[in-house]
């Protein structure tokens, strides 16, 4: 085999075996999405349970479904800037739950409203009624912040959730998770004044498998193509031996 082929062979065979490793990269990734996913059906599969009370096993209140009844507190409403739905722009309405027994808050994520520059809200014009049993499922609100959370020239407008700078905009302690508001137990509650409530999480099993199928492609390209360079140079080899057979005499004289 010459160097050139050799060289091409062991190239082929090191970008080989990276996708393979790559592939079986995205196959793990798989399973834990599909571990994640299983997760995440059998938590929203469960009964709803009061939300202070799932939220104290912090380790399983991740997306568990949960309920909270208590009095919506419109003086202290923050707009989730930049949220988008079906291509428009707008914001998410969190509302403070003022529940009876405890002076801990729950803030209600009431869902997505349009606004044009994805941060305005008029918020009177989306006030359901104020004594609300509200269901949906918890969502953690991240510790440890990068900077101020806090759009310019907009103290009701918040750009992201991040729990210490949440707890120091509000005159009491809340809790550690968003109620993301599905249903409202409100009899009284109009359709005009409902913010369109957020879909559950979802489950599918993300571009994992067609990435592992493209890096084993890869991986199979690379090893056919050193296939046929070795073939091709072996071909080359075998016709310059014989070429150089084919002008020597039998008497072991060159012709010319």
Known sequence: MSRRALAFVIFAIVVATGCVRLGFWQLHRLADRRAANAKLAARLAMPAAPALE???????????????????????????????????????????????????????????????????????????????????????????????VTAPRSPQVVRRLEYDSLAKR???????????????????????????????????????????????????????GAAVVVRADRRGNHHATQTRSATITPSGTRHG
């Open 54 to 148: 799932a939220m104290r096993d912090t380790a399983t209140a991740q997306y568990r479904r949960a309920t909270a009844t208590g009095s919506f507190d419109w003086a202290n409403e923050l707009s989730l800037a930049a949220r988008t739905r079906e291509g428009s722009p707008g914001a998410n309405i969190l509302t403070p739950l003022r529940v009876p027994g405890t002076d801990t808050a729950v803030l209600i994520n009431r869902g997505w409203v349009y606004a044009a520059d994805a941060m305005s809200v008029d918020f009177a014009r989306w006030r359901e009624p104020t004594d609300a049993a509200v269901t949906g499922y918890l969502l953690e609100i991240p510790h440890g912040g990068r900077g101020s």
């Open 170 to 224: 509000l005159p009491y302690p809340i809790a550690p998770f968003v109620l993301v508001a599905t249903s409202s137990g409100s009899a009284t509650a109009s359709r005009d004044s409902t913010p369109a409530r957020l879909p559950p999480p979802l489950m599918d099993e993300g571009p994992h498998l067609g990435y592992a199928i493209q890096w084993f492609a890869f991986a199979v390209i690379g090893l056919v």
